[in-house]
């Protein structure tokens, strides 16, 4: 068996983007932490760009896979 050193270790985190990149992410913190920036951040995302997170009744709210193309085309 070889090993990609290419790709970092499977991990609980990576396993959970790989098999479930539609899994809805609720609140700042899950968003800040996906997509590695702090909740200020996400805050004035949501407010000053196209980036795809919404605030349906009150709580943000993204996908992991939305977020992650998002990132990817900026």
Same mark, same amino acid.
């Given at each position: ?14 396993? $959970?983007? *790989?098999?479930?990149?539609? #899994?809805?992410?609720?609140g ?9 920036? !702090?909740? $200020?951040? *996400?805050r004035r995302w949501h #407010?000053?760009?196209?980036a ?9 709210? !993204?996908?992991?896979?939305a977020l ?7």
């Amino acid at each position: 068996m070889t090993q990609n050193f290419d790709q970092p270790p499977l991990d609980r985190w990576r396993a $959970d983007e *790989v098999l479930d990149p539609d #899994r809805a992410l609720w609140g700042l913190p899950e968003i800040a932490r996906v997509a590695g920036v !702090s909740v $200020d951040t *996400v805050r004035r995302w949501h #407010r000053k760009t196209d980036a795809p997170i919404s605030k349906p009744g009150g709580r943000y709210y !993204s996908t992991r896979i939305a977020l992650k193309n998002w990132l990817c085309a900026r």
